[in-house]
């Protein structure tokens, strides 16, 4: 099935979830080999509970500072290369006679920013889906003003997304939370589809006391009158709150942060327990005697090409990924 980037097409997929009950989750990329396994874990989820219309959304941010994953795509840095990349591929994965062409596929444009981000806002935003439009560095009243510009020149051809409010990086100790109020004058007057409203969640999150505020998200999404509501900072919320969140209002949630982190966890136990074939037998021991290894693992196989390629690391993060894709799935849609 061809990418779905047509407004109707989207709010069709986006009212189908909500009818369904469903949380619609938004999978952040910066790599073939997670994009691949965002679409491989969806066929199979799919396959398993016979859905045929199977909704998948991939997004991707360009120049946002905390994660710049349109620049991470290509190893030239440059977000003009890692956006087309990205497309193409997913564009080719898409395709007929891939086994991911039956898929719903969106594309999400993720934390675009008013300013950086210009160079890409000049782009025909009819090739996506969706983009959360950021302006969000700015005042509430400069925010309102930038976004309601930006909605009305394209919201014909895209669905939008708005923040009114700064959802924070794990090093920021700002707990200002967004009020009923502001949520509801920033929705009124700006037009946006979506909201990102700050619900104490925060990305990549680490420090203790972080805590995601449902009942705020209740109060929020009874004054706006629907369910409009999308979580960032998902690896903020308890594992046990993440089947509840369609009662909150809250219609997508971005996740990214969890992927990579218990991904690379996996992959590290796996290089650990076959250090031997990775790096040989010679250079483990040299490694065991300065401390870096510990006694559980063995000098006693040689260098092997199944273990010291790009393609053994690459494959164990796409399996790991896939299975926790699935678990979001099996958690969001049932």
């Not at 006679?97 to 594309?107: E, N, R, T, W």
């Not at 076959?274 to 040689?302: C, F, M, Y």
Request: aromatic share 8%; with cysteine; net charge neutral.
């Amino acid at each position: 099935m061809p990418l779905i980037t047509e407004r109707k097409q989207v709010e069709a997929i986006y009212e189908s979830a909500a009818v369904r009950g469903w949380v619609l989750p938004a999978f952040n990329t910066e790599n073939l080999t997670t994009t691949e396994a965002i679409l491989a874990a969806a066929t199979e989820y799919a396959a398993g509970r016979g859905l045929s219309d199977m909704p998948v959304i991939i997004g991707i941010t360009n120049n946002y500072p905390s994660r710049p994953q349109a620049r991470k795509y290509s190893h030239g840095a440059r977000w003009e290369l890692g956006m087309r990349l990205f497309l193409k591929e997913l564009e080719i994965l898409t395709s007929p006679g891939s086994p991911y062409a039956a898929l719903q596929v969106m594309i999400h444009l993720d934390h675009i920013l008013w300013d950086v981000d210009a160079g890409l806002l000049e782009w025909d935003m009819g090739q996506f889906s969706s983009i959360m439009f950021d302006a969000s560095t700015l005042s509430l009243e400069e925010n309102i003003a930038k976004t309601a510009a930006f909605v009305e020149k394209h919201q014909r051809h895209i669905l939008i997304e708005g923040a009114c409010d700064v959802i924070r990086p794990a090093s920021d100790n700002d707990t200002g939370l967004t009020t009923p109020e502001d949520a509801h004058a920033y929705l009124s007057k700006t037009g946006v589809d979506i909201i990102v409203a700050n619900l104490g969640t925060e990305h990549r999150a680490s420090r203790a006391g972080v805590r995601y505020h449902a009942s705020l998200a209740r109060e929020i999404s009874r004054r706006l009158g629907r369910g409009c509501l999308c979580l960032h900072g998902a690896s903020s919320v308890p594992p046990e709150h993440l089947g509840t969140l369609f009662n909150d209002g809250i219609r997508r949630i971005n996740i990214w942060t969890a992927l990579e982190r218990e991904s690379a966890a996996v992959l590290l136990q796996s290089m650990l327990k076959h250090a031997s074939s990775i790096v040989g037998a010679d250079k483990t021991r040299q490694l065991l005697e300065k401390g870096w290894l510990g006694p559980l693992v063995k000098a006693e196989n040689e260098a092997s090409v199944d273990y010291c390629t790009t393609a053994y690391r690459q494959e164990i993060v796409f399996k790991a990924m896939k299975e926790m894709v699935k678990k979001y799935y099996r958690i969001f849609y049932g």
